[in-house]
């Protein structure tokens, strides 16, 4: 009897011993499992050559300076890896820029003062905290005093070809004050006023060396860098077709100088809704006109069958 307890208990002690052993065949260790099933990181974060020859308005930005060198480096990473950021300026510049670019040609403004209205709004009818509206970020007072309308029923500063003339007035008159383009795009966020005591303080005349608050500081790195990427987004890591970015719809000019009791009717007229006339028209801030002084409004109407409404 005890010969066959002790057999038993030999066998079970091999049963056990294989059972270890084909555990240990079957789970993999972590070393084994990182080999077998391989993680994918195409995902990578790299650093950014420095482009030579970098300018605005065809002044040249000296990044042989470590400093410059420094803050310009920065805007180009900050910029390049706020990537769906970036990708929405490149679809928003197809739609906007031409309707920009030949204003500034027209009051002699240099091209790149079109990103200008990208770092200052992202090209779309932005509100500050501090009241200023619209692709160009212009104040009320600013406005009016250039011959906006700015009331709670129509403001113009939404209207983006007559807000891109205020700021072309607005720049020429900084570049004749300061003396050069990157001065009057700087006193563009910090004011001519401002700019001007800070040259007269530091006892420098170049925005280059001057000694500014964050926003301002970085305000033209910002827009060289916007400048470099949207001219060259392979080179940045960006990649589309054409027909991904945003095209501007077509449309035509109707004029009104009288008053318009109900602009969702109004629209019907043209084959559009209330959403789609705003679209095109947002300095209209209500579904009515007032008008009582009998102006004359320019209206842009979209051509017919770029949109599909219900009936």
Not at 93 to 120: C, H, R, S, T, W
Request: glycine share 6%; charged share 25%.
């Amino acid at each position: 009897m005890q010969i066959l307890k002790n057999v038993l208990a030999a066998i079970g002690l091999v049963c056990i011993l294989a059972l270890f052993v084909f555990s240990m065949q079957k789970a993999p260790s972590d070393e084994m499992i990182g080999k077998e099933t391989p993680l994918v990181n195409d995902y990578n974060v790299y650093a950014l050559e420095m482009p030579e020859g970098l300018n605005f308005a065809g002044e040249y930005v000296p990044i042989e300076n470590p400093d410059i060198y420094e803050r310009m480096d920065r805007e180009l990473l900050v910029n390049t890896y706020w990537q769906s950021n970036g990708l929405l300026m490149f679809k928003r510049a197809q739609k906007y820029f031409p309707i920009i670019e030949p204003i500034l040609k027209k009051n002699g403004i240099p091209d790149d003062f079109k990103y200008l209205a990208v770092i200052e709004s992202g090209l779309t009818n932005a509100v500050s905290p501090a009241g200023a509206r619209g692709f160009w970020q212009i104040m009320k007072a600013t406005g009016r005093e250039n011959g906006l309308e700015v009331n709670t029923n129509v403001d113009e500063r939404y209207n983006l070809e007559k807000a891109t003339e205020v700021a072309c007035t607005y720049l020429n008159r900084a570049k004749a004050q300061l003396g050069s383009w990157t001065l009057a795009a700087a006193a563009y966020n910090a004011g001519n006023a401002g700019i001007s005591k800070r040259l007269r303080e530091q006892g420098v005349n170049d925005y280059y060396d001057l000694l500014l608050g964050e926003e301002t500081g970085r305000y033209m790195f910002r827009i060289v860098a916007l400048k470099e990427i949207l001219n060259n987004p392979s080179q940045y890591g960006f990649n589309f077709n054409k027909s991904d970015l945003y095209n501007n719809i077509p449309t035509y000019r109707v004029e009104i100088d009288t008053a318009v009791a109900d602009f969702s009717q109004f629209a019907k007229r043209f084959g559009i809704n209330y959403k789609i006339l705003k679209l095109h028209n947002p300095w209209l801030r209500e579904g009515h006109l007032n008008n009582k002084s009998r102006k004359l409004y320019t209206l842009q109407i979209p051509k017919e069958g770029y949109y599909k409404t219900k009936p």
